[in-house]
């Protein structure tokens, strides 16, 4: 279609990025990149979390980013959750972040495992009650075949939290995604496209340019 040819990808005015300048960790590029995308962007802790189904099928949906430090970038969900579910037999991950606004992209790969139930619950206390209501309303992508349904059992999850603020629902998980591998891409008019990679080695962060 010639309208998908008439879109503009990014704007005129692009930050620049010297992978020269690049700490030796990722995570600490990553945390200058979130800060500046929060200045300029909506949702900049939102990524694509990409699995693997049971039959070897990649799967993928937007969640938040949790926290990231030097162990890895962490996420939550229900452990019996699509996602839980895929994570709980293959463990390996993608995560995606897409700042269009700032043509900056963050792909990481990476092995993901649960956080200590300490630290899951205490995620899930940290939620909103909204976000807690709707945790336990539970049947997470499962076929809703009355809507009806949906509000009855989110009638019953709410009175449940209101009863009960410091329940903890069964399964939720705080993920830790451990990178193997970070890349950071930097958009440019001219299709000179910056791309680094941080490639994680028994010695530690090795880094490397890519070709556009």
Known sequence: MSRLRGWPSFPKELPTFDPDQAPEAPYELFLEWLDEAGEHVLAPHALTLSTVDTD??????????????ATGFSVASSADSPKGVQLAKEPSAALTFFWPGRGRQVRVRGTAAPHEPEVSASDFQERSPASRTEAFVGHQSEVLADPADLAAAAEQARR??????????PGWTRYLVT??????????????????????????????????
Do not use: C, N
């Open 160 to 169: 449940r939290v209101e009863q009960d603020p410091d329940l903890v629902a």
């Open 56 to 69: 070897g099928t990649p799967d993928a949906r937007v969640v938040i980013l949790k926290d990231v430090d």
């Open 179 to 212: 990178p193997s591998s970070v890349e950071f891409w930097q958009a440019s008019q001219d299709r000179r496209h910056v791309r680094l990679r941080y490639r994680h080695t028994p010695d530690g962060w090795f880094t490397e340019r890519l070709w556009p």
